[in-house]
């Protein structure tokens, strides 16, 4: 199953242009709206370092709709073309909507990023990451850090809007940097006021990471704050009647789904279809979870175009398809050391495939929660939501090279 957008001419459909397009049933949302497209499905692919790429992207698209969103590109990065950030940006052909997250904290990089990637017709829809818990990124001021420069969050969004044009631009933010400098509701405003397509919040701050329970009820604040445009839910959907039930006690226009896919890119499927308003839930065999790692391990050799470095890539994805499938060590420990399309298929050639489901044991929670901590972040950030203008100046350095996070 693939993704169908419809895209409106400017000026043709106002209520699409504002955002409005989210069709619902009762209380639940059956399609999204952002800014001139439609997505089937009320649901995206949360962005994840080294995880949504091209392949991954792809292979979730043939279980289910959706809107599926690139891993956080670096704005400096994109800016100087390095080759990293050029191949990240580079969707496939069967992509029908090419969505890009960016991650900038100076406004100028920002806009010549986003100019760009428009002016080279390299983008559907463009993301700004205003999320991220990762301390290189915080440190510098980046991430979940930016917003509490009310600002400096308003400038780059401003500008970025602007260099978009009819591109949809969307953000995503998390509460803020802890439970004393909350940021969300004053970000979501200025968002809101800036010309957003959406708000995406992950309902937890950056000192939480992802440890512990998402707060959905900050979910359901920001969406009685903002009006505009849709409000979208992130943190602790593992399964559909998860995002289901997010949808019913927040009243978001959709969720985001990011650490609940990993090694279960059905799971879109699962989602397609509860929103459909079907009962229907993916209870894969161990043969049918074999195949579709077999198939990620494959569009990681056409994206990558290294059969060495694809099967280097999905040893992280291991752990992730096969928990809670009778899969014992061994064979586990050898899928992660394969370095052969060759190799993987003598492994996978040895395992049951008649094992059906295990059920709860293969559900849940999955990737590093990590433990609260405090944020790095630059030197004297808190003591004022005012951008010192001596670290304005150093705002140009502080854009990161690398992409990831």
């Not at 800016?79 to 406004?107: C, D, F, K």
């Not at 890119?265 to 074999?290: C, I, M, N, Q, T």
Request: aromatic share 6%; hydrophobic share 40%; proline share 5%.
């Amino acid at each position: 199953m693939t993704t169908t957008l419809t895209e409106f001419t400017p000026g043709e459909a106002p209520a699409e242009a504002t955002g409005q397009a989210t069709a619902r049933t009762g209380s639940r949302p059956t399609s999204l709206g952002i800014g001139r497209l439609t997505v089937d499905s009320p649901v995206v692919l949360a962005p994840m370092a080294g995880i949504t790429n091209t392949a991954y992207r792809r292979l979730c698209r043939e279980y289910g709709a959706g809107l599926y969103v690139s891993e956080m590109i670096t704005s400096r990065a994109l800016v100087e073309r390095t080759p990293e950030s050029m191949r990240l940006i580079t969707h496939h052909e069967s992509e029908s909507v090419r969505s890009i997250q960016l991650y900038g904290v100076e406004p100028n990089t920002v806009a010549e990023a986003v100019t760009m990637l428009v002016a080279e017709d390299r983008a559907d829809h463009i993301d700004l990451n205003f999320g991220c818990p990762v301390a290189k990124v915080t440190r510098r001021g980046g991430g979940a850090a930016l917003p509490w420069k009310l600002g400096l969050f308003r400038e780059i969004v401003e500008r970025a809007v602007r260099a978009a044009g009819d591109i949809p631009l969307t953000v995503k933010m998390r509460k803020g940097i802890d439970s004393d400098h909350l940021t969300y509701l004053e970000a979501g405003k200025a968002a809101e006021g800036a010309g957003v397509a959406s708000i995406a919040l992950h309902a937890r701050t950056a000192s939480e990471y992802y440890s512990g329970q998402a707060d959905w009820s900050a979910i359901a604040t920001l969406k009685e704050t903002i009006t505009g445009v849709p409000v979208l839910g992130n943190g602790d959907i593992w399964s559909a009647a998860d995002a289901l039930r997010m949808v019913d006690e927040t009243g978001c226009d959709g969720v985001v789904v990011g650490r609940g896919c990993l090694g279960r890119p059905w799971l879109f499927g699962d989602l397609a279809a509860a929103f459909r308003g079907e009962v229907a839930k993916a209870e894969p065999s161990l043969g049918e979870v074999a195949r579709a790692f077999r198939r990620h391990a494959e569009l990681l050799v056409d994206f990558f175009g290294e059969e060495d470095r694809a099967c280097r890539d999905i040893r992280k994805h291991v752990a992730w398809y096969f928990k809670g499938y009778p899969v014992g060590g061994e064979v586990r420990a050898s899928l992660a050391a394969s370095s052969t399309l060759a190799e993987i298929d003598d492994l996978l050639g040895t395992l049951d495939g008649s094992q059906p489901y295990p059920g709860a044991e293969a559900e849940g929670p999955r990737g590093r929660a990590g433990s609260p901590k405090t944020p790095s972040l630059p030197d004297r950030w808190l003591e004022s939501r005012e951008l010192d203008e001596a670290f304005r100046g150093e705002l140009a350095a502080a854009e990161l090279h690398h992409s990831g996070g």
